[in-house]
T-cell receptor, first 109, second 114 residues
């Protein structure tokens, strides 16, 4: 049974820092891995999708990496801004999406 | 290109009532999945529909049901509401059924049961 965990659970940093969020999964036989952002009380916004054949995927200040053999993905956020404050979720698909518990990020000015 | 639309955004219902939530997927997407999100349980899968057929179902009681129409719009219904049904209900739209597809979520419907 696939299990997904995220560390840290919460993170508070000053503006401008580079950040790394971690996502671990127990079954390496995945098709892809998706990173989402969720603002309080809102839906999920898809940030990046990494296919199993890819090692990295980039979008603006975001870079996600995938290491299937070790069951890990990282989301790198460069030059963080207060607007990046949100909860970040990773998800691995099976017959449904299996979500991690999320990392709550606060970036203060 | 319009995103995933969920209506209504907010609902307040009384215990014992029933409620219907609606989800319009991205044009061309045939799969719609529903999730319940609560602070204590996180995101839990309810069910997934593809081309009007339920393909997968989560571990929820029979009070939770859904359907999908020929235009891919989906509804979920919760009967005999309980206080514990208060949650954010999210739907996800994708071209195909999981796993080899990207999911896009709506803004959710916040259901409060009093």
């Amino acid at each position: 049974k696939q299990e997904v965990t995220q560390i840290p659970a919460a993170l508070s940093v000053p503006e401008g820092e580079n950040l790394v969020l971690n996502c671990s999964f127990t079954d390496s036989a995945i098709y892809n891995l998706q990173w989402f952002r969720q603002d309080p009380g809102k839906g999920l916004t898809s940030l990046l999708l990494i296919q199993s054949s890819q090692r990295e995927q980039t979008s603006g200040r975001l870079n996600a990496s995938l290491d299937k053999s070790s069951g890990r993905s990282t989301l790198y956020i460069a030059a963080s801004q207060p607007g990046d404050s949100a909860t970040y979720l990773c998800a691995v698909p099976a017959d449904k999406l299996i979500f991690g518990t999320g990392t709550r990020l606060q970036v203060f000015p | 290109k319009a995103g995933v639309t969920q209506t209504p955004r907010y609902l307040i219902k009384t215990r014992g009532q029933q409620v219907t939530l609606s989800c319009s997927p991205i044009s061309g997407h045939r799969s719609v999945s529903w999730y319940q999100q609560t602070p204590g349980q996180g995101l839990q899968f309810l069910f997934e529909y593809f081309s009007e057929t339920q393909r997968n179902k989560g571990n929820f009681p029979g009070r939770f049901s859904g359907r999908q129409f020929s235009n891919s719009r989906s509804e979920m219904n919760v009967s005999t509401l309980e206080l514990g049904d208060s949650a954010l209900y999210l739907c996800a739209s994708s071209l195909e059924s999981p796993p080899n597809t990207e999911a896009f979520f709506g803004q959710g419907t916040r259901l409060t049961v009093v």
